[in-house]
């Protein structure tokens, strides 16, 4: 045995570049697997910490044109009451503003703002929240709140935030208990709560505020609770209209689900693609199947290295079976070996800006079941991996190989060529796939809105809102600053907005509205096709003016002065826009209005200020005499004040960190394949050593030589290519339908992921043969 280990040490020596490239790969293979198992995990395992989280469903509300998460209080509380099939029912109005307020503290007054979440005072009933201090009876007084840990810590220190109080200009809290942080992968917030109001639109049937949820006895029952609800409940004597009338239904969606839904309306829960997950999990077993493959071929590259000195200990009386084990017992210490560095690489991944890509946590602690499972994975690799060398190189007749006629058969050689060209599909259709997926993402975020994003600063000042007027004109003395105007909302900072639901002209329309300062659309350089801009005296007249969009316009047949009746909302239409891209490039464009509010409207929630510098000012510089501007009227407190392209950047974060996660293992997956080639090149290169000399010897170049080896490998790329290219574009056609609005097919893609592949392949084959090509020939005859 210890000559069989002397010779694999020799080998190590002679090859130390080709050992350290497939121990690298194949660590470097553990690592990604193992992190995207993690990402994996954190999406699969979404609200899945809530006991009974199978029998948890959302209440959606079903119309003709779309699904909405909101549903009215007096439908949802008939429905909890509906069958005993419904063991209890909960509200959450997730839509209240950020409240700031101030804590005190050793007589020291600190002001923060924090989201503020209304949720059912018996939310226990369906959700599970582990509480430090308090109880779940909390929330059943009317003027407490409920705070995770961490706001707790921040707030009061080590101190019992129990009967502390959170002061806000219009409300007092007390905190009543304390939850330990909800996890990240939840819908659940780790925010304050408190409870909805206990008459709170309790009869207003047309009040859609609520996302509702439900905790059932069996998941089997779900199907049948809404045909048992519109058979026992007359929703015509309420409404006025049946339900097949009206058009809606209820639909139930398992919490689970929630996070990969995406046909619902106003839902602003974290979400995720299966589609993308799937995609993940791919790479991630490509990945390890790659380094595999490689690991298998380097092993077997090793053969004519080997095969002397193992076929002598045969006829020297060793054992068969034991040389088997002696050889895959020390592939599996260097899969092992492998395995410890990719742990060591997780780690260091965990401390660098690419750990932003994953937003799940990549510790040990928080993931042994992925680090215990890759440790299986590992023992499993090395095993297949050690094993096929270990018979294949015992299975030549030990005198046959004695006397120097040692060959490698056709079908191995096919078999080597046939898992090559697996990784050449991969490589191509990876390189495919991450090229569109970053064209995707600079199309969304570089694409026209319809609207001047250039030169534009934002932010909330909400807690100012009664010096708004001053603030604008302290911002517009300064030099560097063109205009400041102000809307309700941000735009294009999300799929949704605030919707309305009217009846024009006899007809229910529903729009999205922006409520705006007059001085809104000329700031912004939004142009009008028809009709007129707003004017200062819009905000004095008694109900208020319209701009559409339109869309609005042809779908709806709207015309200029007429009038839109909402509530207090109510006011007329002056003129028509573009369709700008006021939302994301996931959705279409959709009915929509800017609306200046009237005299009669007292509910101005016109915070979020858009700053337009001059052209030419120094914007690091208007940065901070917006900052240093808002520090005066509010000492302490920290505004968000940010660029409008960042606005941008966050709104497509997760498609471009996924880009990202996805073009990075494309990356390690292409290179993992280049060792492959590397490995087989040493295989091909050692074991026609022989011949190499031969064609020297007769007058073959090294140049010629050195082509014949590329030109084998180019035939390879060409048929791989051929598979790669169709399976790609249906795997980029498929996920840019998640897209309204989506980036063109370009054919140079296809064209330069030949090229990549190409040039690297070019690269490692002549990099190889380059030294064997030039070697003296007599040297190499003798040696074979």
Known sequence: MKPIIRNFLSVIRRFKMAVALNILGLSVAFAAFMVIMIQLNYDLSFDKFHKDYDKIFRVELSQPTHMSVYVSRPIAE????????????????????????????????????????AISPDFSDVFTFDFVEGSDDALKTPENAIIPLSLSRKFFGNESAIGKQLISQSRTFTVGAVYRDIPSNSIFNNCIYVPVPENENKHNWTAWNYH?????????????????????FDIKAILGVDWDEAGVSLRLT???????????????????SKQILMILFAIAIVIIAIAGINFTNFSTALT?????????????????????????????????????????????????????????????????????????????????????????ITSFAPALVLKGSFGLSPKGKKLR?????????????????????????????????????????????????????????????????????????????????????????GEQISYQVFPVLPTFLKVMGIEITEGRDFRPEDASSQLGAYVFNETARKEYNLELNTTINFSNESGEIIGFIPDIKFASFRTTVEPMAFYVLGAENRNDWRNQAYIKLNAGANARAAMSHINATL?????????????????????????????????????????????????????????????????????????????????????????????????????????????????PMYWWVYLLAFLVVGIITAVTVTFQNWRVANDDPVNAIKKE
């Open 78 to 117: 008939r429905f909890f009451e509906s069958s005993p099939h419904i063991l209890a029912g909960v509200l959450l109005n997730p839509d209240m503003e950020n409240v700031v307020f101030h804590v005190e503290k050793e007589n020291e007054r600190n002001s923060f703002e924090e989201k503020v979440e």
């Open 417 to 505: 060529n046939m898992l090559i060209g697996i990784q050449f599909v991969v490589s191509f259709s990876l390189i495919i796939g991450a090229s569109f997926m970053y064209l995707q993402n600079h199309f969304m975020q570089n694409s026209p809105l319809g609207y001047d994003k250039d030169r534009l600063i934002s932010v909330n000042i909400g807690q100012i809102r009664n010096s708004r007027d001053a603030f604008t004109n302290q911002l517009r003395a300064y030099s560097g600053i063109e205009d400041v105007t102000f809307a309700q909302s941000l735009l294009s900072s999300s799929d949704i907005y605030s919707k309305r639901g009217v009846s024009y002209k």
């Open 631 to 743: 520090a005066e009227f509010d000492t302490n407190y920290t505004f968000n004040v940010r660029f409008f392209d960042e606005v941008l950047q966050r709104l497509y974060e997760r498609e471009i960190a996924l880009n990202s996660l996805i073009t990075l293992f494309s990356l390690i997956a292409i290179f993992i394949s280049i060792v492959g080639v590397f490995g087989l090149v040493v295989f091909d290169s050692e074991c026609r050593r022989k011949e190499i000399g031969i064609r020297k010897i007769l007058g073959a170049s090294t140049i010629g030589i050195i082509i014949m080896f590329n030109k084998a490998y180019f035939r390879i790329l060409l048929v791989c290519f051929v598979i790669a290219a169709p399976l790609a574009w249906y795997a980029v056609t498929r996920w840019l339908e998640n897209f309204a609005y989506k980036t």
């Open 254 to 272: 398992a919490l689970s689900d929630i996070h990969f839904v995406t046909d619902v309306r106003y839902d602003d829960t974290p979400k995720a």
């Open 304 to 392: 004519p290295m080997r095969v002397k000195s193992i076929n002598t200990q045969r006829i020297l009386g060793a054992r068969r079976i034991a040389l088997r084990l002696s050889i895959a017992s020390e592939v599996v210490v260097v899969s092992f070996l492998s395995y410890f560095l990719a742990i060591f690489f997780v780690m260091l991944f965990k401390v660098t800006p690419l750990a932003r890509l994953v937003v799940a946590d990549l510790s040990i602690a928080a993931n042994l079941l992925v680090f215990g499972g890759t440790a299986i994975v590992t023992l499993l690799a090395g095993a297949i991996a050690g094993l096929y060398p270990a018979f294949y």
């Open 212 to 232: 509702t949820y439900i905790r059932v006895n069996d998941p089997t029952n779900v199907s049948m609770l809404f045909d048992n609800f519109r058979k026992n």
